[in-house]
């Protein structure tokens, strides 16, 4: 029997998108809850720096971004499938709309005007995330203004991509691309209801809403940090899957350094051992836990040898 355990926190929006998957799929997993700003010292052993959330494990394999952690699951539990053939790739540029079009905006617009519910420390460390500068009140008053309309002028899109009765965002089946505007329309709950007056009134995108959020979480057990680290310890890595490398990839058996090339760039490195069109996994050594592979998505990653 698969353990999967999630690592993650209750108001991530992306942690919302792999918790709806898991539910999808009507599937029970362990939840361990890290903290929402850096340090992590309980999920660096496993993924050598990287620092977002969520962070997949399965023994000793760790599976960074919700973009692969999603493919994973569809691996192994191919049914219900989140990537129906024939919608799979609309699903995908639709997500990637969502995810670097839409959900920006609206973080901005969210997490400026609920100043007042955001935990201590939250700006200061998604500025340092960024590489930006810590924003004053006044920047982020700002920032709230500029994006409150790159929301409103999206919003009418989503209700106008499910006006011809379909029952989800890509045509016939669930797909990633509802999980993917859904977390970032999610995060307008995360804090407080304080915005929801911005997506009452598009009806077909409240009814949508409510059929994803219907579909719950699966069935998740608390499992202590410590635990997990133990898990990875007594666990080896799976054998990795037949390669798919262009000649100008890194050879396997590489040193490597991976970083995301957008944001929370911490770089991880490590011995290159399997790349293919989706999947870079390289396996690196921790002083906590041994010998650990570590998976990323090779759209969005940065590769290179060291
Ligand atoms: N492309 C990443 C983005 C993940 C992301 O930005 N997650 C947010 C939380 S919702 C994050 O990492 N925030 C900083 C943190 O949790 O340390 C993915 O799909 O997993």
Redo the contacts with the bound molecule.
Sequence with gaps: MTKLILHH?D???????VRLALGFKGLAWRSVV?????P?PDLTPLTGGY????VLQVGADVY????L?LRELERRFPTPTLFPVDLAAIAEAITYWA?NRLFRPISLYVSGANLDFLPAGLQV??SI?RGLPSPSPETMQRATERNAPLVRVQLPRIEAMLSDGRPWIAGHAMTVADLAIYHALWFFTARSPRLLPEIAPFERINAWMSCICAIGHGEATPLSSAHALGIATDAVPKAPREPMCFDEDPGLGTMVRIR?D???RDPVEGKLIFLDAGEIAISREDPRVGTVAVHFPRL?YDLRPL
């Design positions: 926190y108001f991530s929006n992306y942690s919302e998108k890290i903290p929402p700003i850096a992590k620092r977002r959330t969520p960074c971004d919700t973009t952690i995810e460390d998604r995330m995301a957008d944001y929370g969005g």
